[in-house]
């Protein structure tokens, strides 16, 4: 399925890891949570690890520098599992 033009547009501006979602809130105002259990890079990380996160272009994506993570919103959004 490919995104709409509105979710390739969506930015992310802030990132929350809990034990068991990563949540993403989106400069429209919308709050993305998906499993932490879909990456199980950050999933491995440690908690030190998991917050040091840092935005990709204007907010298109996420880098976990420490994780070694990067994922795009519009992947995101668009329900793409990372292999």
């Known amino acids: 399925m490919t995104p709409s033009v509105a979710e ?18 989106l400069d429209d105002g919308r709050r993305l949570a998906v499993p932490l259990a879909w990456f199980p890079r950050l999933l491995a990380a440690s908690a030190k690890a998991r917050a040091k996160w840092e935005l990709l272009g204007n907010g298109e994506g996420i880098h976990w520098p420490d994780a070694d993570e ?12 990372p292999a």
């Open 8 to 25: 390739k547009l969506a930015l992310a501006r802030q990132v929350e890891i809990t034990d068991d979602e990563l949540r993403i809130d």
């Open 70 to 81: 990067d994922l795009s919103v519009s992947g995101l959004l668009a329900g793409i599992r």
